[in-house]
C-alpha cells in the first residue's frame, strides 16, 4: 500500500492556480519532513517545497513567492497551493517524505524516504 497518494493536478491557463494534495498513511508520520518534488519532460527531479515538524518552509527560487506549503494534521493531509502558474511549472508533481522530522537540505536531495505516485501539472499560455 502506498504510504503518499496525490490528487489534484490537471490542465490551467498561464496566472491560474491550482491546489495540490497528498494523503499521507501508514507508518509515514504527518508531522516528518514531507515535500513536493516535479519533472518536466527530459529534465531531472526538481525539490520545490519541503515543510518540517516545526513548520519551517524551504522553497526553490523558481518558486518561491507563488507557491505555498501546508499540512492539516487532522486529515493527515500535504498540500500545495500553485498560484500564478507559468507554462514552466508544467510537470509531474511527486510528494515526497524525508528521513526523519527536519528537513536537511531535502530539497537537493535524489534518495528520500518515500515516493507518491505523481499527479500531472499542465500549465498553457
Known amino acids: 500500500q502506498r504510504e503518499l497518494v496525490e490528487s489534484g493536478g490537471g490542465s490551467v491557463q498561464a496566472g491560474g492556480s491550482l491546489r495540490l494534495t497528498c494523503t499521507v498513511y501508514g507508518s509515514t508520520h504527518i508531522r516528518f519532513c514531507l515535500g513536493w518534488f516535479r519533472q518536466a519532460p527530459g529534465s531531472g527531479r526538481e525539490g520545490v517545497a519541503t515543510i518540517d515538524r516545526d513548520g519551517s518552509t524551504a522553497y526553490s527560487d523558481s518558486v518561491k513567492g507563488r507557491f505555498s506549503i501546508s499540512r492539516d494534521e487532522h486529515k493527515n493531509t500535504l498540500y500545495l497551493q500553485m498560484n500564478s502558474l507559468k507554462p514552466e511549472d508544467t510537470a509531474m508533481y511527486y510528494c515526497?517524505?524525508?528521513?526523519?522530522?527536519?528537513?536537511?537540505?531535502?530539497?537537493?536531495?535524489?534518495?528520500?524516504?518515500?515516493w507518491g505516485q505523481g499527479t500531472q501539472v499542465t500549465v498553457s499560455s
Open positions: 515526497v517524505a524525508d528521513f526523519g522530522w527536519f528537513c536537511a537540505g531535502t530539497l537537493k536531495k535524489t534518495d528520500l524516504a518515500g
